[in-house]
């Protein structure tokens, strides 16, 4: 008899995928996954500062907002990328700083910069699944 009501019980809490969606772990998967992403960037952007992958292998020989930029976000990027994989507040604005910056660069500033579209739908779009993410988990943490 209590197998019959303990089994109504437990399906009636397991009705849908939304149930068993850990939205912390998502969460936390998804942000470690972003930290990675940018610690590469950060990387790539050190490699060019070293003459990597320039013509001629002359950093000095770039443009000074090109110069100024890429200095920017060698550092920024590591910075973000360290503050994402811990987890930390400062991490987050690091990251939103980093990403809404590059992509104000090559959206307002195209002259100097050129045009890097995939670049800006990807920085848009990680901002904007990392806010719904961030909504569903605080949804769903004060339903606890």
């Known amino acids: 008899m209590s197998g019959n009501g303990d089994m109504r019980r437990s399906g009636e809490f397991d009705t849908g995928l939304w149930s068993r969606f850990d ?3 998502t969460l936390v998967i998804y942000v470690r996954l972003l930290s990675t992403v940018f610690l590469v960037a950060g990387l790539l952007r050190w490699a060019t500062i070293l003459g990597f992958g ?52 090559y959206s307002a500033y195209n002259p100097q910069f050129g045009h890097n579209y995939p670049l800006m739908v990807f920085h848009i779009g990680t901002v904007a699944l990392y806010a719904v993410l961030s909504a569903y988990y605080e949804r769903t943490r004060d339903r606890l």
């Open 54 to 105: 320039i013509p001629g292998g002359d950093f000095l020989a770039l443009s000074s907002p090109v110069i100024v930029a890429t200095l920017f976000f060698a550092v920024a990027d590591l910075v973000a990328a360290v503050g994402l994989w811990l987890l930390a507040s400062w991490g987050t604005v690091v990251w939103m700083i980093s990403a809404l910056t590059e992509t104000a660069l």
């Open 23 to 25: 939205a912390r772990l």
